[in-house]
């Protein structure tokens, strides 16, 4: 999988935890945001791959 590929990966993944977000039942809230934050945070993580490997392929 390549680094656009991640990225992708985690952009769908975000919004998927997003809608299941503003769906969620009251039961299900908790479970929804551990899935958003963890959605976030993978998303956060995903520029940063990005540059890395940006800056390997110039090297």
């Known amino acids: 999988m390549t680094t656009h590929d991640e990225y992708r990966a985690a952009l769908a993944e975000h919004q998927a935890a997003q809608a299941m977000f503003d769906q969620a039942e009251p039961d299900r809230v908790d479970e929804a945001v551990y899935r958003l934050r963890a959605a976030e945070l993978r998303l ?15 090297s």
């Open 44 to 58: 956060g993580a995903a520029p940063r791959a990005l540059k890395e490997a940006q800056h390997h392929v110039a």
